[in-house]
């Protein structure tokens, strides 16, 4: 962001007009006016009395600051969104690299765009030369994002970088990657704050830190059944990948997404190959995205804000799992089907 959108932008948000800033300030309003269409700057001399009008401060105002709060980082997450919604997604990856540039050292920043990026040409459904470009830059953000200052992101964006290169089967360079990230830590800091605030009985906080750090537990959960199922159809012992995969789904149960618990049941039956169970699985999974998800609702979570998902969410999701199925290798067998060819073609349809 320049001087020119932090003026306009903090103008508008106290609610000022040009004229009541320029009277403020001792200036005339065309000149309040030229500092926004960056035209010219103010004078050095008017800078502090112009971040007190502003409530900011000078650093903020001249764009001096190298990294961002993550109050802030979410608003221009969400921003980011919202453009994409509105405007459409290459107006969103303008958006993106605009905030790159104008942030290039802050890793934790690029690692959330590279991840926002990625997730915006798969729910957007985006063509294939531009998810070709978007998924080519998202890897030289996580690049640059490894080499911060900051362990926690550099360690985040390596990561994302082993996991891309293991997905393309690039297990050379991904090991690479491996290697430089640390072996698990059992060291937690939530888990210390839940015992402090459990010995204080300070209930509550406690509480919505617990089911935070659940929150994340269940993803890993999620993702460490899924492939302990698909382990045990490779190995042959198919009754217990259906085992597992309906445990999963009760798992799932508690976190009120029946796509997930869904998803692990319709791995399994893609890794046998079953092709009357996929189809079955299927129609489920694309009714399941035609209902609202409300972890709200969620025994498990009481005390958390629960986000509120883009009305449009399960639809995006649906594009993405149908492009999936009709690009994707391991689902050939399944576009032979006339049942499956069917429920695609409807599916389009609508």
């Known amino acids: 962001m320049q001087m020119k959108d932090v003026i306009r932008r903090k103008r508008r948000e106290f609610n000022l007009t040009q004229e009541q800033m320029a009277e403020y300030l001792g200036v005339s309003a065309p000149a309040v006016n030229k500092w926004e269409s960056g035209a010219t700057y103010p004078d050095i001399s008017l800078v502090p009395a112009l971040a007190r009008l502003l409530k900011t401060d000078p650093n903020t105002l001249m764009c001096f600051r190298e990294s961002l709060t993550r ?3 979410a608003k221009e997450m969400n921003e980011v969104a919202l453009i994409s919604q509105e405007d459409g997604i290459e107006a969103a990856v303008t958006r993106v690299r605009d905030l790159a540039e104008e942030y290039p050292s802050c890793g934790e920043l690029l690692c959330q765009l590279a991840t926002m990026l990625r997730g915006l040409v798969i729910l957007r459904t985006a063509g294939d030369e531009l998810r070709q470009e978007c998924q080519e830059y998202a890897v030289r953000l996580y690049e640059r994002a490894a080499k911060c200052d900051d362990p926690v992101s550099a360690d985040r964006a390596t990561y994302a970088l082993a996991s891309l290169c293991i997905q393309e089967e690039d297990y050379e360079r991904a090991e690479e990657y491996l290697q430089r990230l640390p072996e698990y830590s059992s060291l937690d800091k939530r888990q210390l704050q839940i015992s402090m605030y459990m010995k204080q009985e300070k209930n509550e906080e406690a509480a919505r830190l617990i089911e935070q750090k659940l929150n994340g537990s269940v993803v890993e959960v999620y993702l460490l059944l899924n492939n302990l199922a698909t382990v045990a159809v490779r190995e042959g012992d198919r009754e217990r990948a259906r085992e597992i995969a309906g445990y ?72 993405a799992l149908m492009t999936a199925i009709e690009k994707n290798e391991e689902y050939a067998f399944l576009r032979e089907r006339e049942d499956f060819q069917e429920l695609f073609r409807g599916l389009r349809k609508r």
């Open 248 to 319: 999963g789904r009760k798992v799932m149960e508690a976190w009120q997404w029946d796509y997930s618990g869904l998803s692990l049941e319709f791995t399994v039956a893609v890794e046998e190959r079953d092709g009357d169970r996929c189809v079955e699985l299927l129609r489920e999974l694309l009714d399941s995205l035609s209902r609202p998800r409300d972890m709200g609702k969620s025994f498990l979570f009481a005390h958390i804000a629960t986000k509120e998902l883009d009305p449009d969410f399960g639809g995006q999701i649906k594009d």
């Open 71 to 73: 109050e802030e980082m």
